[in-house]
């Protein structure tokens, strides 16, 4: 079985501080995916990495910041967490795919849910 | 105009019905297309993926794609108590390098 673990279920932090969330997989996959899912917006990509310290920003990616120093493992980072970024956070893997980044299918952590005071 | 677009719902069938849920899209070089199944306060799970324009059916599930409308459907046959959870449509962008999701669609499946 696939499997995407996220380091947090519920994070509760304040404005201003650093906040880090960690996805580790354990399928070999090469792509990557950080999500937030807000109630009527869907879920929306802020980056996207699809190799070892490779990364491109998704539709939302101000604010944040992301890193992937081993193929397993692709970090999220709130440089100065603000009240708007509380949210659900989605981590994703996939294999590349001969199509391209999103062409297979993507497997989803658990998710975190972040509250900013 | 949103990449992807679903009735929000929430849509109430009775078991043993047909759930019927849409989904329209804006590029019109998108090439996959995926249905992905929320349940309440767990993360999203595919149960069905099409490329290619008609139908493709598996199991109780049978999913319709119609480039030209851009247009994809998923119905759901025999609903199920079980089946009640948030529908996600996803789009792939004309590159396939991002998969674009509509903000779903609630099915409650009545007893």
């Known amino acids: 079985d696939v499997k995407v673990t996220q380091s947090s279920r519920y994070l509760v932090k304040r404005t201003g501080e650093k906040v880090f969330l960690e996805c580790v997989q354990d399928?070999?996959?090469?792509?990557m995916f950080w999500y937030r899912q807000d109630p009527g917006l869907g879920l929306r990509l802020i980056y996207f990495s699809y190799d070892v310290k490779m990364k491109e920003k998704g539709d939302i990616p101000e604010g944040y910041s992301v890193s992937r120093e081993k193929k397993e493992r692709f970090s999220l980072i709130l440089e100065s967490a603000s009240t708007n970024q509380t949210s659900m956070y989605l981590c994703a893997s996939s294999l590349p795919g001969t199509r391209g980044a999103s062409y297979n299918e993507q497997f989803f952590g658990p998710g975190t849910r972040l509250t900013v005071l | 105009q949103k990449e992807v677009e679903q009735n929000s719902g929430p849509l109430s069938v009775p078991e043993g019905a047909i759930a019927s849920l849409n989904c329209t899209y804006s590029d019109r070089g998108s090439q996959s297309f995926f249905w992905y199944r929320q349940y309440s306060g767990k993360s999203p799970e595919l149960i069905m993926f099409i490329y290619s324009n008609g139908d493709k059916e598996d199991g109780r599930f049978t999913a319709q794609l119609n480039k030209a409308s851009q247009y994809v459907s998923l119905l759901i046959r025999d609903s199920q108590p079980s089946d009640s959870a948030t529908y996600l449509c996803?789009?792939?962008?004309?590159?396939?390098?991002?998969?674009?999701f509509g903000a779903g669609t609630t099915v409650t499946v009545r007893a």
């Open positions: 996803a789009v792939t962008s004309s590159n396939d390098y991002k998969l674009s």
């Open positions: 399928m070999d996959h090469e792509n």
